[in-house]
């Protein structure tokens, strides 16, 4: 990468529609707690959803777990799930993903997303994207990882290693996207799927269309 500016993208909500269908998330977590003879509960599914892997260690010691017994495994059982779901085609690129083969020829596209290394690397696998997206980062797999992903600048950090410019366009969906954005120093730009509010632009195409203009 070089000479360009580049343009880094969220894979979840943003690239990957990997919560229309929400099948291979449930599955996770009831194969999880069922490991541990643990309730597949309401109360315990909601603890485990990846929306609270931030407070993990708490979580954990809630669920009458060590953080240390239970993540391997949560994490393990998350990864094999959100796999088959990629392929199976349960979870899929958004319609407009295409679109971003107009921008290539203008910027260098990546990705950085707090989802696990192997599925962003299987995303882009299977969907055959390696000539739109020159280079991805996603976490790693230890607790340590998960309290170092986005909105902490790590994950940001390691791409930078990776280029040799130093000019970044983050396109996010949430408001941690774009804390991270501002944590780095990178220009962001908000991707709000959500039709019926304001906030942002409503697809990739749109995106696409104000990167080009500017």
């Known amino acids: 990468m070089t000479g360009k500016q580049v343009v880094i993208f969220d894979l979840d909500g943003v690239l990957l529609d990997s919560e229309t269908n929400i099948g291979w998330i449930e599955s996770s ?5 069922e ?26 010691r809630k669920l009458g777990l060590e953080p240390t017994v239970l993540w391997p495994i949560r994490n393990t059982i998350y990864t094999k799930e959100k796999k088959k779901a990629l392929e199976q085609h349960i979870i899929k690129p958004f319609d407009d993903v295409g679109s971003l083969t107009h921008l290539a020829k203008y910027y260098d596209l990546g990705i950085i997303s707090n989802s696990p290394q192997s599925i962003v690397d299987l995303f882009i696998e299977e969907f055959e994207y390696h000539k739109l997206f020159t280079y991805a980062v996603g976490r790693g797999d230890t607790l340590w990882d998960i309290e170092h992903m986005k909105p902490h600048p ?18 996010g969906d949430t408001e941690t996207d774009r804390v991270f954005a501002k944590r780095t120093g990178m220009k962001y730009i908000h991707l709000n799927r959500n039709e019926s509010k304001n906030d942002g632009f409503h697809d990739l195409h749109s995106v696409v269309t104000y990167l080009l203009k500017t």
């Open 29 to 33: 977590i009831q194969k999880t707690l």
């Open 154 to 171: 790590y994950l940001f950090n390691q791409f930078k290693k990776l280029v040799q410019v130093e000019n970044f366009i983050y396109v």
């Open 35 to 60: 490991h541990f003879h643990l309730s597949v509960s309401m109360e315990n599914q909601q603890l485990l959803f990846f929306k609270n892997v931030k407070k993990f260690r708490n979580i954990s």
